[in-house]
């Protein structure tokens, strides 16, 4: 039992380049989301998803997309990426109806 | 739009003290969350208090729950060394429709030996 697992721990990406920042889980839990962590900032949720086939926006959206083709995988992609998009980047999941979510160990992302 | 404002900012005590942290929300909730963090590392999750109950312990964690005053209080008793980390809490206004977490900035504890 794994947990959260986010590959790569690391990635420095120039302007306009796009990458997929991977996130698995293999408990079978319904529920998974991606949060972004700024300096001094606590977390801001991006994009979440209740299960396969279903993702929704959160706070802050713009520049990332997902998918949900498996309960076990929820993909961040940066289309385009910018310097306002350096940050560390977290995964998170639980089961529908529990209250903890559990969380990746992050992706510090560079953009230069 | 952060959620939550947590207070103090940053806590320095001494090993053996008390640390109390505090967490003002802005709208009603489901539940409220807390999770520590280690420099560098994911959140872990401590405790979950429901909009209904007032109060949870969950061995040195204490946590209260006060929804008309829209704040919550976390106790760590008998603070070790290992409780250096931030504090974050959580609140979620829903538990079935997208349980979209929304944190506060965290208050940072240094437990000194």
């Known amino acids: 039992n794994a947990g959260v697992t986010q590959t790569p721990k690391f990635q420095v990406l120039k302007t306009g380049q796009s990458m997929t920042l991977q996130c698995a889980q293999d408990?079978?839990?319904?529920?998974m989301s991606w949060y972004r962590q700024d300096p001094g900032m606590g977390l801001r949720l991006i994009h979440y998803?209740?299960?396969?086939?279903?993702?929704d926006q959160g706070e802050v959206p713009n520049g990332y997309n997902v998918s949900r083709s498996t309960t076990e995988d929820f993909p961040l992609r940066l289309l385009s990426a910018a310097p306002s998009q350096t940050s560390v980047y977290f995964c998170?999941?639980?089961?529908?109806?529990?209250?903890?979510?559990?969380f990746g160990s992050g992706t510090r992302l560079t953009v230069v | 739009s952060q959620q939550g404002e947590e207070d103090p900012q940053a806590l320095s005590i001494q090993e053996g003290e008390n640390a109390t942290m505090n967490c003002s929300y802005k709208?009603?909730?489901?539940?409220l969350q807390w999770y520590r963090q280690n420099s560098g590392r994911g959140l872990v999750h401590l405790i979950l208090?429901?909009?209904?109950?007032r109060e949870k312990h969950s061995g040195r964690l204490r946590v209260t729950l006060d929804t008309s005053k829209k704040s919550s209080s976390l106790l760590i008793t008998a603070s070790r060394a290992a409780d250096t980390a931030s504090y974050f809490c959580?609140?979620?206004?829903?538990?079935?429709?997208?349980?979209?977490?929304?944190f506060g900035e965290g208050t940072q504890l240094t437990v000194n030996p």
């Open positions: 709208t009603s909730i489901n539940n």
């Open positions: 208090i429901r909009s209904n109950e």
């Open positions: 998803s209740v299960g396969a086939g279903i993702t």
């Open positions: 408990m079978n839990h319904e529920y």
């Open positions: 998170a999941s639980r089961r529908q109806g529990e209250g903890g979510y559990t």
């Open positions: 959580a609140t979620e206004e829903s538990e079935t429709s997208g349980s979209r977490l929304t």
